[in-house]
């Protein structure tokens, strides 16, 4: 099997742009600067800076599979992330006309903030059966709460069983995240835990606070 990352749109609507230090409230932790334009713009992952023209259409993409489904016989898989990649313009007709193409599948890792994305992308039954899996990225400084976000991920659930969760140990993190693994493991989603990871950042590294030394104890409990 072939995977092939896909990044359709650097955007992400729990970016805070009117931030003036480098973290918002929205993710405390974040080190990627998403645009709000879809052309002429740049985005950022810590001191990395790329320009970005404009995003590609449905059809650009598609013509690049297509080259790519000419050169290969193998099973594909797309992996959709971003930005939030649901926020790409006709995702739900981009993640369509991936599944229609003759062994494929996709997968997609997404803050599953909006309800009505996730119908729209399953309305079809191509994309319905090539899912091979959804990663719900929850965020909990974002702009949803822990029941909300839990409301999408049973949506999600509707229509794959191929779910899981992912979220990242982190100062702005640690207070509620293992009652939230616990809701999680409840309702029989795996979580997987990231430690927040940045440039001049180490978890073992740090000054030994008494906040440093809470969100090592956390860790020691869920790792």
Not at 37 to 61: A, C, M, P
Not at 102 to 127: C, E, G, L, R
Not at 193 to 219: C, N
Request: glycine letters at 4%; a negative charge; proline letters at 3%.
């Amino acid at each position: 099997m072939i995977r092939i990352q896909i990044i359709p749109t650097w955007r992400c609507n729990y970016y805070d742009f009117k931030k003036a230090a480098p973290h918002g409230k929205n993710c405390e932790y974040c080190v990627i600067f998403s645009p709000m334009k879809t052309e002429d713009t740049h985005f950022q992952y810590n001191s990395v800076k790329r320009k970005i023209d404009r995003e590609l259409t449905t059809g650009e993409w598609l013509d690049g599979l297509l080259l790519i489904r000419e050169q290969t016989r193998d099973n594909i898989l797309f992996d959709f992330t971003g930005g939030e990649p649901t926020l790409y313009n006709d995702f739900d007709k981009l993640v369509y006309l991936f599944s229609s193409i003759p062994s494929t599948s996709w997968v997609i890792t997404s803050n599953t903030s909006m309800q009505n994305k996730i119908h729209d992308i399953f309305k079809y039954d191509a994309s319905r059966k090539s899912c091979a899996g959804w990663t719900a990225s929850w965020h909990p400084n974002g702009i949803r709460s822990f029941e909300e976000f839990v409301s999408n991920i049973l949506t999600v659930k509707e229509y794959t069983r191929n779910i899981s969760v992912t979220t990242v140990l982190h100062y702005s993190t640690m207070y509620n995240i293992e009652d939230q693994i616990k809701k999680l493991d409840d309702l029989e989603i795996q979580t997987q835990i990231h430690v927040y990871q940045a440039e001049g950042f180490s978890l073992f590294k740090e000054p030994e606070t008494k906040q440093h030394e809470r969100l090592l104890e956390v860790y020691e409990r869920i790792k």
